[in-house]
Nanobody
Framework: QVQLVESGGGRVQAGGSLRLSCAAS????????MGWFRRTPGKEREFVAA????????RYADSVKARFTISRDNAKNTVFLQMNSLKPEDTAVYFC???????????????WGPGTQVTVSS
């Protein structure tokens, strides 16, 4: 199974930007459609963005559309999330996982990486 490690989080002011990375182990990374998720205390983990195996299709949650951009580099086994115009409500721990389809919001790997904390102050 692919192992995932997220990084790139931090603390920024509202309106700022961050770029998250998710590094995956294994040689089958390019066969997986990948997604980003986030979790805030007291809430279920929610879908943020998805990207198809070679980047041709992308989907975003309405709350991040036009502000976040998902991309991937299969040669480096890495998926990215560029986050612009950050808002306090984007504060969360961000995770990546694989998805079964571009329309799915359900992760397929049973285990998660450690996540990376994003904190946006007003």
């Amino acid at each position: 199974q692919v192992q995932l490690v997220e990084s790139g989080g931090g603390r920024v002011q509202a309106g700022g930007s961050l770029r998250l990375s998710c590094a995956a182990s294994g040689r089958t990374f390019s066969s997986y459609l990948m997604g980003w998720f986030r979790r805030t205390p007291g809430k279920e983990r929610e879908f943020v963005a998805a990207i198809s195996q070679f980047g041709g299709n992308r989907r975003y949650a309405d709350s991040v559309k036009a502000r976040f951009t998902i991309s991937r580099d299969n040669a480096k086994n890495t998926v990215f999330l560029q986050m612009n115009s950050l808002k306090p409500e984007d504060t969360a721990v961000y995770f990546c996982n694989a998805l079964s389809s571009i329309q799915s919001s359900n992760p397929i790997f049973g285990s998660w990486g450690p996540g990376t904390q994003v904190t946006v102050s007003s």
